[in-house]
Structure formats: C-alpha cells, structure tokens
C-alpha cells in the first residue's frame, strides 16, 4: 500500500522428499539416502549394546563411526561421516531430521526408534539432543545457520520457557564444531574414523558446561550480561569457544 508493506507468513506444508531434493538435488539425495538408511538401521540393530550414562552416547559414535569406516572402501569419507551424523541426530536427536534426507525409515524403524532410551552427557539427558541436532545441522547448513538455530532456542527459553542456558549453548556449538569437524574435507573424515576407531573419550569431543549459567529469563539476562550480543553474553560466548576449541576432536 502507500508507504507501508504487509507480511502474512503461515507454516509451509511440503510434500514428502521435497526439503530433500531441495538441500541435495535428485541424485546426491538418493546416494545420502540410502547411505542414512544403511546408518539408521545399524545403530537401531545395536541399540540394545548401548551402555547407560555417558558411555553410551559414545557407544554411538563409536557404532556409527565404525560403520562409517567399513562402508568407505566402496564410498567417500565425508559422504558417509555426513550420513553417520545424520542417523545419529534423527534417531537421537529429533526425527524431523529425517525430512531433511526423505523417507529413509520404514514404519518397523521408526517403531524401533520410538523406544530407544536416551543417551546422556556428563549426566544430562538434554545435551545429547542439543549435540547431535546441531551436529545434523552442520551437515545440512553450515556453521553459522546451526549456531543460529540453537541460539533462538535458548532465546525461546528466556521469554518465560525454562531460561537461556548458555550451558545448552555450548552442547550447541560443541555439536557444530563435531559436525564440521568429521565432514570438513577426506582428510578430516578419515581422521575422525580413525580417532573413534581407537575409543571414544569424553574430553575430546565434550568440554566441561556444567559452571555454566542456565535458568535465566530476560530480565535476568539483560541484566547481569547486556542479553544476547552485550558484553557479559559475549564473554561467555568467548569462554565457550575456548573450551570447545580445546578439545582435540573438535578443534580445526
């Protein structure tokens, strides 16, 4: 109109496969897909081997990462870190992940899925998920985009949800750093088969996040850190990139 614009935006229902073709093209999705597939249903199969705590979140990896080793005689690293991760985030993580890579599960899998336990991270519950969605991310996006996602979540939280955690911040960012990290280049790939081939050990793919804050609302957070982008955020934000960047499975 004259001299105003308006906006009307509403959710966007697409038709199966169509967020795939559209991240991939019709051919890299199909190779993806299949590869997510054969990933997705190897650690469904070992699931039941997965210890409690801790040791089966790297139990996992270790599951996922081996498989991804075997299959690179006859495909590339990367390509099969990047399915390796995805199977991790969709089954782990959030299984909207699977729209990313289209129907790769059959309607036994996602059963199968709907009763794995959960894994945990220096005893939480909730890091694995922040870590391996934003782990999926990275391999769908690209850094920036994944950090970004998971700050708005913890933005969300701050208006009255459970509160920005900049401890959830870090599983966040320690997961797109793994995510970058296995997938850079062939190099790269390898040497991340190669490391989880030889045990998973927490420190060098998870720093220490529990001194961190959590619970803070917005008021709360503008005020003892100038919010998101102040100077005591970005302070943090610091600290958190030093931490990750000193774990060895993490760092560039």
Request: hydrophobic share 45%; aromatic share 6%.
């Amino acid at each position: 109109d004259s001299g105003r614009v308006a906006v009307t935006y509403r959710r966007l229902e697409t038709p199966p496969g169509f967020l795939a073709r559209l991240l991939w093209g019709d051919g890299a999705k199909e190779q993806m897909g299949v590869a997510v597939a054969a990933h997705a249903r190897h650690l469904l199969d070992s699931a039941h081997r997965l210890p409690p705590g801790d040791a089966g979140f790297g139990r996992a990896l270790e599951t996922a990462f081996g498989l991804a080793r075997e299959r690179t005689a006859a495909s590339s690293a990367s390509v099969e870190n990047q399915a390796a991760i995805l199977a991790l985030g969709m089954l782990f993580g959030h299984p909207r992940i699977e729209r990313f890579v289209g129907e790769v599960l059959d309607d036994e899998d996602r059963a199968r899925a709907q009763r794995l336990g959960g894994l945990k991270l220096r005893d939480r519950a909730d890091w694995p998920r922040h870590y391996l969605v934003s782990s999926a991310l990275a391999v769908l996006s690209a850094e920036a985009p994944s950090n970004a996602v998971g700050l708005l979540k913890e933005e969300l939280d701050a208006g009255g949800g459970s509160g920005f955690s900049f401890a959830d911040l870090l599983a966040d960012r320690a997961g797109t750093a793994f995510g970058l990290s296995a997938t850079r280049n062939e190099a790269a790939a390898r040497a991340m088969q190669a490391r989880l081939g030889s045990g998973f050990a927490l420190s060098d793919f998870f720093p220490e996040a529990a001194d961190l804050p959590e619970g803070l609302q917005d008021q709360e957070l503008q005020a003892r850190y100038g919010g998101v982008g102040g100077g005591g955020y970005q302070k943090l934000l610091e600290e958190i990139d030093r931490r990750i960047a000193a774990c060895p499975a993490l760092s560039s």
